[in-house]
């Protein structure tokens, strides 16, 4: 028996359950044998660590392998994640085993007093509450009482009437951009126009709807209408034939606006041809008209679908074919 038993002995008390010592407390060839448990857990997370890096440093994040349910999965990610997820889910379950089986096993009981106050505290609490309630006069004032009572109801509305600073709901506000058939494209700042060769390939630009004559732009338009366009060479694209008539000549536009919580998209990786949303590290392929690869946003970007006009300017075929933003605008309540 060691000292930590004699101590429990010491501590015991007579109204509680007999202490159960464990096997592990008891018999060194299981304490040896949880021991090894433990060991074996550590060692499995230290080679979650070890996938982690390999993963990072040598598997690219252009390498994508089919898995049923989840669907086309970027292996870099995926062994990077589940590499850390096994070292951290390893080293938890080696420090629990650790802490049940073998460290110390010992109960102590410590009598704490009472926290009710004294019955001559609480009598004189009561006494002095009513000594000043009556010095205030309030037993004999109702008039004050009432109208205390009113104010203070008052005061609670106070907070409701505020909440119309919150402004009136969107409705379908947020549904319609203002991009139609035949809308240009024009350079954001600059209102100008543009032509498909004022792209080089690999380039990346922000654009919003001509204003119509007369009209002007409102903050509120700019934020639902901002459109990314980017060129890469045509044969880049793996588009369907539909999704690859709404490009021209190598140029696809999508929504700046992040399909996840409405930030703006705003990096754009030249090599890897991903755009990637700062605010939660959303990322998506423009290869692949804008399919989430990355990240907590549910859908890809919407495309916008171009051609040019007469005069060889860039132009809208049609409005956004679904809203733009955050899917949570698209929900039913
Ligand atoms: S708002 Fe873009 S990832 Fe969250």
């Not at 429990?8 to 007579?14: G, S, T």
């Not at 319609?176 to 126009?193: A, E, N």
Request: hydrophobic letters at 40%.
């Amino acid at each position: 028996m060691s000292d930590e038993f004699n101590q429990i002995a010491k501590f015991e008390d007579p109204g509680l359950p007999e202490h159960v010592h464990r096997k592990t407390d008891t018999d060194p060839k299981a304490a040896d044998l949880a021991e090894r448990q433990v060991a074996i857990l550590f060692i499995l997370s230290a080679l979650g660590t070890v996938l982690a890096i390999y993963a990072y440093i040598f598997i690219k994040d252009d390498v994508f392998f089919f898995i049923p349910i989840m669907g086309d999965t970027n292996a870099h990610q995926l062994f990077l994640g589940l590499g850390m997820a096994i070292s951290l889910l390893f080293i938890g379950l080696g420090l629990v085993h650790w802490a049940k089986m073998l460290m110390p096993d010992t109960e102590v009981i410590a009598k704490r007093h009472e926290f009710r106050s004294p019955d001559e505290d609480r009598a004189d609490f009561h006494q002095t509450i009513k000594e000043q309630a009556a010095a205030a006069g309030l037993g004999r004032r109702s008039l004050i009482k009432r109208t205390l009572g009113l104010a203070l109801g008052f005061s609670a509305l106070t907070p409701l009437v505020l909440l119309r600073d919150l402004g009136p709901l969107p409705g379908k506000d947020l549904e319609k951009t203002s991009w139609k058939r035949g809308t240009r494209l024009v350079t954001d700042p600059g209102d100008r126009p543009i032509r498909p060769e004022d792209l080089e390939i690999g380039a990346v630009a922000q654009v919003l709807p001509e204003l119509e004559p007369g009209s002007t732009r409102h903050l509120s338009d700019i934020a639902k209408d901002a459109v990314l366009l980017i060129r890469l060479r045509p044969s880049e694209f793996q588009l369907d034939a539909e999704r690859l008539s709404w490009t021209y000549d190598g140029i696809i536009a999508f929504s700046k606006i992040c399909s996840h919580m409405g930030c703006a998209v705003a990096l754009y990786e030249q090599q890897t041809k991903h755009l990637l949303c700062p605010c939660h590290q959303s990322t998506f392929d423009v290869t692949r008209a804008a399919k989430v690869i990355f990240g907590p946003s549910a859908r890809p970007l919407p495309q916008l679908s171009i051609t040019v006009d007469a005069d060889g300017y860039l132009v809208a075929q049609n409005p956004f074919n679904e809203p733009v933003g955050p899917s949570y605008w698209e929900r039913p309540s």
